[in-house]
């Protein structure tokens, strides 16, 4: 009799498990805050689910927006996965993250990870010049970065707001160090912003270049041959004047929900397959360095091709509160 009753104790306690979320069901779930668009989180939220099982809930908005969000909720965080920030919104925020080693990490250099995992680098995206060929020829468009303070661009340059993206904040400050650092540097920066459309998401960048409502944008390195596989008329222009190449990353947020679910998908993201699927579709350049470029679609150039400048990213970083509020100024001051 004591034997059979607890036998039922024993089910009904399993029953109880199987239907508790703190039970395995839990971990089939993943709430990712993402500021990639949709076309690169379909195609590795749906590949993530198809192999693991664990459904993706995405919230979706600029990397500033997602940051701020994130911020907001420390106390009582409601997202697992922070996705596709750039390396100074990484840095700035990582008291909000939890350390996880990536299966993967060794194949990424240690210029593209935090020293003690609290976020991984999985692409690199190059400062770039977009330019629809239909409405403005092809060589008639800028060499690099100095063309565009021309008057005759004014309203004719997308542009994403710095306080929104962090590529955008990267192109102001690089900006303001090329071209003499201190005042003089913000001087011709102000006279860009007078010639810039500034919009809320990168996304609107390249998508009204592709689209024709802009005939130059500057962008991202992906946006170009992602743009002009389907048939747009873009151009991607390497500014002869240099460019960096601005790291963007993954972090798993500091007591999430769903922990288990989150180091997975920090594994399947930074995985080497994964990597040339992303490549193939959405023309990420990859922090891995054992891709072949030359040997996958887009005709990526090599890095050492191209005139690449030096980055403070660390000072920029540490400035970066105050620096926004003068970009701030600076836009207000352009309309």
Known sequence: MKSSMMRRVAVFGLALLAFSPVGAQAQKKLVVYTSNESTLNDLVFGAFTKETGIAVEPVVAGSGVVIRRLQAEKDRPLGDIIWGISRSLLQTNKALFAPYASKNKDAIPVDYRDPTDLWVGNNLHLLVILQNTKILPADQGPKGWSDLLDPK????????????????????????????????????????????KVLNRSSLVF??????????????????????????????????????????????????????SAKAFVDFVNRKDVREMILKATYRRPTRTDLDLASLPGGMPPLASLKMLKYDEEGWTDKRKETLERIKDVLQESR
Do not use: C, H, R
Request: no cysteine; charged share 15%.
């Open 153 to 196: 661009w004014k309203g004719k340059i997308a542009f994403t707001d710095p306080a929104n993206s962090g590529s955008a904040y990267t192109t102001v400050t690089l900006l303001v160090d090329l071209w003499g650092g201190g005042e003089e540097g913000w001087k011709k920066v102000a006279a860009l912003f007078k010639n810039l």
């Open 207 to 260: 998508q009204g270049v592709g689209n024709g409502e802009y005939p130059l944008g500057i962008s991202l390195e992906y946006a170009g041959p992602m743009w002009a596989a389907g048939g747009a008329p873009v151009k991607t222009i390497y500014p002869a004047d240099g460019t960096v190449a601005a790291m963007e990353g993954v972090a798993i947020i500091k007591g999430g929900p769903n922990p288990d």
